[in-house]
């Protein structure tokens, strides 16, 4: 862990003390999960590194080009947001996202600091995209786009490729299956670590508005059309 200061290593000592004393499915608070987010969001990152941890300990899952795998929902990884990335591995690490899969990945001591998860997330945040991702049956797009416009969009940005600051994910290049099981998870509080408002919010969906925007989104593909906007206060954000 070159260029961190002695007093930071000591908030990761303390942070994995924390994620250590757990013990089964027992989960960290938010805030324990937030402050680990924060502090692996300070650390430099180091995407050689974390090309070959992930290509060791991720790629069997998530795929070599980290395309995912949409008969398993399990999601694409190229591209995402890096510190939306981040903070999903800080949440998997604290059990306050749900998934058998993920914990067992990140009980291996290799994985459990956050150096890991800055690491393979910077990684992850350059690879490059294959288009491979799942679509819907084709229904119903046309409905998709106008709900995902309408009621999507202002947090997940008009073209769908989420938001640094906010921790908001890119829902381009995802598969259909992976996207609208998410949703499900969401609206039924599975994912812990999740603003409450968001959380009713999905679960007032119906099946086929899901399915609908989901099927929209699984047709978006590369980086998006928009990458850097102007914010009110005149700053261009990525
Ligand atoms: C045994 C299979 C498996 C392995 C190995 C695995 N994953 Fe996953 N991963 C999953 C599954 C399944 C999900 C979806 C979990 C859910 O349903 O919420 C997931 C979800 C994720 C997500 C959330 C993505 C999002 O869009 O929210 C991230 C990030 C992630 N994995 C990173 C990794 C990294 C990094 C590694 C290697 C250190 C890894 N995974 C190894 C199966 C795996
Ligand atoms: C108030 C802002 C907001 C709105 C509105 C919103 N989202 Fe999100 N969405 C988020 C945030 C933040 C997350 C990440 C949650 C987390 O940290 O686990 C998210 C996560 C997701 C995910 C999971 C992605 C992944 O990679 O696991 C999907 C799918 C999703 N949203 C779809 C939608 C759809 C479809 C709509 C509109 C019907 C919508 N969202 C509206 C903020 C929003």
């Known amino acids: 862990m070159a260029g961190i200061s002695a007093p930071c290593t000591g908030v990761l000592v303390a942070i994995a003390a924390v994620f250590a004393m757990m013990s089964g499915e027992a989960r960290a608070s ?3 999960v937030d402050r680990a987010t924060q502090t692996a969001l300070s650390l430099d990152a180091h995407p050689d590194r974390g090309a070959s941890q992930f290509n060791h300990y991720c790629a069997r899952c998530h795929g070599s080009h980290a395309e995912g ?4 929902s399990i999601p694409a990884l190229a591209r995402q947001r890096f510190a939306y990335l981040v903070r999903q591995l800080a949440n998997f ?11 067992g990945v990140l009980s291996q001591i290799e994985l459990r600091g956050p150096q890991t998860w800055v690491d393979i997330a910077a990684f992850l945040n350059r690879v490059s995209f294959v288009n491979r991702a799942q679509t819907g049956d ?3 797009v046309a409905l998709g786009r106008g709900i995902f416009h309408e ?6 940005r008009i073209d769908a490729h989420g938001d640094g600051d906010g921790f908001v994910p890119s829902l381009r290049n995802q598969h259909y299956s992976y996207l609208v099981n998410q949703m499900h998870k969401l609206g039924e509080g599975r994912r812990h670590n999740v603003d409450e408002d968001l959380v009713r919010f999905l679960h007032s969906f119906d099946e086929q ?19 850097k906007v102007m914010r009110n206060d005149g700053v261009v954000v990525d």
């Not at 795998?69 to 398993?72: E, H, Q």
């Open 30 to 32: 938010e805030e324990a």
């Open 69 to 72: 795998n949409a008969n398993r």
């Open 93 to 103: 690490s604290g059990f306050e996202r749900d998934s058998n899969s993920m914990h």
């Open 138 to 140: 084709g229904t119903h």
């Open 151 to 156: 009621q999507c969009a202002s947090c997940h």
């Open 209 to 227: 508005d899901m399915n609908a925007t989901a099927d929209y989104l699984s047709r978006l593909r590369g980086p998006g059309a928009v990458h």
